[in-house]
């Protein structure tokens, strides 16, 4: 018996998209019954979302005080303690999952499979090493738990027709008190979320400041695109952290992404290899994202880019 | 307080451009640069700068891996780490296995703080510093930009996907850094001419009695699949169209 515990990723109120993905992952694994956890403090509303994945038999809801913002530690315990009734345990490859899973993982003594990007088996899954630059074929050792992030840009979410049932829980484990939750700096937007928007419109260092960058926000707009940014454009204070795309930000696969003023160095290709079409536009006819764009422009994005802000808006 | 341990992983230089093998074997690192993993670059500056400031008397840098790993060791005693520990293996090992390991380091070592990288970027598994913690009983701060220390506690900065989280952790604890925590020193000559006479202890992993458990095995290496060179365009009327033509727009 294949049985999958996905442990949901959400803010208290909703789901995050990326648990729809875990479960779309879940679902490649050959006969899996797949069972949804939503760990959190007054859960019922985010286990009632849940109950519509699709494929899912069950959304187990765990409310405890401690699980109003999600920490590792505290977490872990919980979960290493459902995981007994489980083959697979699997979270989002986010830095909710990041964080988590590995704990989780190491409480059941065994690795972690990082970043599943595609299901061989029930216990084979091919995953990104290198900053993508090799795909290894992984087998988990048998009679184990398997323990897994799932990749984002792999995978659609599974959609919300299903009808699953909640059933509450209490598990009486222990849970530290030596990790604290203080606060969280959300930047607020009202634009796409990046990591799920079909579009995504990217800045790098040649913006020069975060006036500038103005002109990447307006372009964005004007297509309704979410907003990214390679890490020069982060570290020099442009832009906030959370926009970041690549090896070490965010892997995004947006129908289309429009890289600015970005030289594509090869750790923030790794962050947009699954976009279906990349347009770039740069001043250096020679630099490396034309290697990978489908459509390139080579020219002064100062001017450029508000030239075709204009044409997208008429 | 009185001791940080920093992990230092010896992996392939982040500029070169790995490739996988033609008969799928594995990855070619045959004669490329290897160089302490960034991650842990940045691990052992925030570790240096937090000595200096006065807050730790001493800095360990500790590696798993083949005998090859003492150059990244005396890289980071050149850094200014006062000590240096190589567990030989014949390989780096898995990251439960690693983080047995870091814990009989730990053991011995009883430091306040052990600062790790992120992931590291062979393997991209950013496992281990969240397994120490994990079988330590202790608390994790992972992709920090940010530590400060007050006393017994660490508050510390963390980069996560909605923003920045603020985490308060109690000592000693394992934290895990981003890139954006500082920016590491770059060594000076003299440096490594005093580092030769730091003291690396190596000690052999049969020695600490650690079995590893059941191990992922990677059965095949493949390349990415690679994504063609489109076309370039000559202007912005002949993006839009071509953007039009795709039905993008
Ligand atoms: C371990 C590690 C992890 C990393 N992770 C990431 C990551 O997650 N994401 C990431 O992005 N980077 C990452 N990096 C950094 C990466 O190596 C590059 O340094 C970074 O992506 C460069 O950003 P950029 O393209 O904006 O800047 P640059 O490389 O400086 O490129 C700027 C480009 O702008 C062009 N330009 C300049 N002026 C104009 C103009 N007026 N009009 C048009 N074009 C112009 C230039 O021709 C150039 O190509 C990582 C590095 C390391 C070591
Ligand atoms: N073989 C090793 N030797 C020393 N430190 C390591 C080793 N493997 C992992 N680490 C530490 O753990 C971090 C995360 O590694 P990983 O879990 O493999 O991505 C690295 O950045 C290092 O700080």
Redesign the interface.
């Known amino acids: 018996m294949v049985k999958v515990l996905v442990i949901a990723e959400h ?1 208290g109120k909703r789901l995050n998209a990326s648990t729809a993905k875990c479960v779309a992952c879940a679902a490649a694994i050959p006969g899996a019954d797949i069972h949804v956890a939503v760990l959190g403090e007054n859960g019922e509303r985010v286990a009632r979302e849940a109950t519509s994945l699709a494929g899912i038999s069950k959304v187990i809801q765990i409310d405890n005080a401690a699980n109003a913002y999600p ?3 505290v977490l ?1 315990p919980q979960i290493a303690k459902l995981a007994a009734a489980y083959t697979h345990i699997l979270g989002p490859s ?3 999952g ?3 899973m ?2 989780v ?3 059941l ?7 599943i990007m595609q299901v061989l088996g029930s216990h ?1 899954f091919k995953r ?14 048998a ?2 738990p398997v323990v897994g992030t799932v990749r984002m840009a792999s995978y659609r979410g599974v959609d919300n027709t299903g009808k699953a049932a909640t059933e509450r829980a209490s598990i009486g484990v222990e849970l ?1 008190k ?10 607020k937007s009202d634009r796409p979320d990046l ?1 799920t928007a079909s579009r995504v419109v990217s800045g790098g260092r040649a913006l020069g400041s975060s006036e500038n960058f103005g002109i990447i926000f307006r372009l964005a707009d004007a ?1 309704g695109a979410a907003v990214g940014a390679s ?1 020069a454009a ?2 020099a204070g442009f832009v ?3 926009m970041q795309v690549g ?2 930000g ?1 892997i995004i696969a947006p ?2 992404y429009i890289a600015i003023g970005i030289s594509g160095a ?2 923030h290709l790794t962050g947009i ?1 699954d976009a279906r ?3 770039a536009i740069n001043k250096d ?1 020679d630099a490396p994202i ?9 020219g002064d994005l100062f001017k ?1 880019v508000p ?2 802000e204009q ?2 808006k008429s | 307080m009185d001791k940080i341990l920093v992990g230092l992983k010896r992996v392939v230089d982040y500029n070169v451009r790995v490739r996988v093998k033609s008969d799928g074997s594995g990855v070619e690192t045959d004669g490329v640069k290897m160089s302490i993993n960034p991650f842990d670059e940045i691990a052992l500056e925030e570790a240096l700068r937090i000595r200096d400031r006065g807050e730790a008397r001493e800095v360990v840098v500790v590696s798993i891996g083949p005998s090859d790993a003492q150059q990244q060791l005396r890289t980071g005693l050149a850094m200014g780490a006062d000590r240096a520990i190589l567990v030989e293996t014949s390989s780096a090992p898995d990251p439960l296995t690693g983080a047995r390991i870091l814990l009989e380091m730990v053991n011995r070592e009883k430091p306040d703080l052990v600062i790790l990288g992120k992931q590291a970027i062979d393997n991209d598994n950013s496992q281990t510093g969240q397994m120490l913690a994990a079988l330590w009983g202790r608390p994790q701060a992972t992709f920090a930009s940010k530590l400060a220390l007050d006393g017994t506690k660490a508050t510390v900065t963390r980069e996560v996907d909605s923003g920045l989280e603020l985490l308060e952790v109690d000592l000693p604890a394992v934290v895990t850094v981003d890139l954006r925590m500082n920016e590491p020193r770059y060594v000076k000559l003299p440096d490594i001419m005093k580092a030769k006479k730091k003291p690396l202890d190596q000690i052999a992993l049969a020695s600490l009695g650690i079995s590893t458990g059941a191990v992922a095995s990677v059965t095949a290496f493949e390349p990415p699949q690679q994504r063609q060179k489109g076309v370039m365009v000559s202007d912005v009327a002949g993006l839009v169209a071509a953007m039009k033509d795709k039905g993008l727009l």
């Not at chain 1, 990104?128 to 050792?141: D, M, S």
């Not at chain 1, 030596?178 to 930047?187: C, E, M, V, Y």
């Not at chain 1, 034309?290 to 080579?298: N, R, S, T």
């Open positions: 803010d920490v590792a530690a872990a986010t830095t909710f990041r964080d988590l590995p704990r993982a190491a409480l003594n065994v690795n972690q499979i990082s970043d084979t990104p090493i290198y900053a993508g630059n090799a795909i290894v074929t992984v087998e988990a050792p009679g184990h530290p030596h990790t604290r939750f203080i606060s969280l700096q959300a930047g990591q297509i890490r982060v570290d906030p952290n959370e090896q070490t965010k129908e289309l090869i750790q290899k079409t990349i347009v006819g034309f290697e990978v764009a489908d459509f390139g422009l080579v450029l030239e075709l044409a997208l």
